[in-house]
């Protein structure tokens, strides 16, 4: 296995040396003396420490010869801490939070254990309980399979080369929803659609209209108000609307693909029906602020618009649509085990166990049913396990009233525009896109034939410079 910084030299760090423990009790760092000490990592916003609590008391209560320590990022995202410790690996924790989308290149590089023995250890982690395309998102070539020596109930090709693994354990289904504004629905008396059997894209963009009609007729007391926020510049949300309007692929054979005569005619029908109506974009997502009808949202970031948006009673005025497409990408994050620290050892009361044992089954917990519902109870977390979908109590976290379950309506959708290729080019591909549907976006921009005169030739002569396809050999001894 190649490293940037090998893990060979870095050599085994004894537990005194991690662990600096004062005379007795608790030391500066959290660590108690006479318990197993798991180090974990979380980034500082977006409810991680909030949620990292709760899983630790209940952990501790239920094995109180542990002691979770609690480390956050300092505001810092997760590449930056990573690399704030690429020539220290001793100083990263154990465990560690991570995105699906930042991961890649650092457990290519060997810094994160290969998840999949611990998860065939039991039939509790099956691989079948939880989301495929979520497990597929925790593999850096864009493909998760089991080892040869599994022998649970997934059906799919088995294989044991560490490039199929999984090197974070998936915590959350981040699916993609609407959000709407009740305050501003019954202002203008729009009618919210019946969606319990669904509804299609093309009856979203006639609401769209409807909204953005009601808008301009109010007169210029309504100038900053807008139909919808589509974010299109999100991987979930263009993943998602491409593939139901028929893409031929973002990205074809290595080549920006985005120009092929059914993109343009996609890119063409969203800028005609929806962003020449000038009230489908802000610049901010002034959603929050109560001036946007309806934006697009994971369930993860609710809390917020909750805060922020309530009735005339100081209630929150928000509640949720599934998203207008039969298929619908999600995002995840999850944590997983630094190499350096998984052979490590701790014995208490006679008992040794590596830092990989005492790792996995917290994250085991964290996975399980218990775990799962205690996030989603809180309110932080869309379950990771299919069959809290219906019934979990993330349903009626924060207020049961609402339509929680439009954010697990839609079938699953893999998102693989860039996981193709290789980690250290994918941040590239993935700007180059952005800024391809932000210019879509934009009323100048955005038009079909300047897309196609200026956008379109640029950016596809900037993907060129960065794309290269994941070869496995070059993370290899």
């Known amino acids: 296995m190649k490293k940037l910084f090998s893990l060979i030299t870095c050599g085994i760090m004894s537990l005194s040396a991690l662990f600096p423990l004062a005379a007795c009790g608790k030391d500066s760092q959290g660590v108690v003396e006479g318990k197993y000490n798991v180090t974990v990592a979380v980034q500082k916003e977006g409810g991680e420490v909030e949620l990292m609590e709760i899983y630790k008391q209940k952990y501790e209560e239920l094995h109180p010869e542990v002691n979770i320590v609690i480390k956050d990022f300092k505001g810092a995202l997760f590449q930056s801490y990573m690399s704030k410790y690429a020539m220290s690996e001793n100083d990263l924790p154990m465990m560690i939070w991570m995105p699906d989308d930042q991961f890649d290149y650092y457990a290519a590089a060997g810094y994160f254990v ?128 491409f593939n139901e309007l028929g893409t031929d692929g973002l990205t074809k054979d290595g080549v920006y693909n985005m120009d092929s005569e059914k993109n343009k005619e996609i890119c063409a029908y969203l800028y005609d029906n929806i962003y020449d109506t000038k009230q489908c974009f802000d610049a901010n997502d002034a959603f929050s602020k109560g001036t946007v009808f309806m934006t697009t949202a994971s369930h993860a970031t609710i809390m917020t618009f909750m805060e922020k948006i309530k009735d005339k009673n100081g209630n929150p005025a928000i509640d949720f649509l599934p998203y207008p497409t039969e298929y ?150």
């Open 114 to 241: 290969d998840l999949r023995p611990y998860y065939e250890q039991s039939a509790d982690t099956d691989y079948t309980l939880y989301y495929e395309s979520m497990l597929h998102a925790a593999s850096y070539a864009d493909e998760f399979r089991p080892t040869t020596a599994y022998t649970g109930s997934y059906e799919g090709e088995k294989s044991d080369s560490r490039q199929y693994g999984l090197y974070f354990a998936p915590r959350d289904y981040n699916q993609i929803a609407i959000v709407y504004n009740k305050n501003l629905f019954n202002e203008f008396g729009i009618e919210v659609p019946d969606t319990s059997e669904g509804w299609t894209f093309k009856e979203y963009v006639q609401l769209i209209n409807e909204i953005a009609v009601k808008i301009k007729d109010g007169g210029n007391k309504h100038l900053a108000k807008r139909a919808a926020n589509l974010f299109l510049p999100w991987e979930p949300v263009y993943t998602t609307i």
């Open 328 to 477: 619908v990408a999600a995002g995840c994050s999850g944590y997983g085990i630094t190499s350096i620290h998984e052979k490590e050892e701790q014995t208490v009361d006679g008992v040794t166990k590596t830092s990989g044992e005492l790792c996995w089954d917290f994250i085991r917990f964290i996975i399980s049913e218990e775990g799962q519902e205690l996030g989603g109870e809180a309110g932080y977390i869309q379950p990771i396990l299919k069959s809290l979908a219906e019934t979990g109590k993330w349903l009626t976290a924060l207020d049961p009233t609402m339509n929680h379950r439009a954010f697990a309506f839609g079938k699953e959708l893999k998102q693989n525009t860039f996981n193709v290729y290789d980690p250290q080019c994918r941040d590239g591909l993935r700007s180059i896109f952005t800024t391809t549907f932000g210019a879509l976006q934009n009323e100048v921009t955005g038009v079909p034939a300047t897309m196609e005169k200026n956008t379109f030739p640029k950016y596809k002569a900037a993907f060129a410079k960065e794309v290269v396809f994941f070869d496995q050999s070059k993370y290899e001894k």
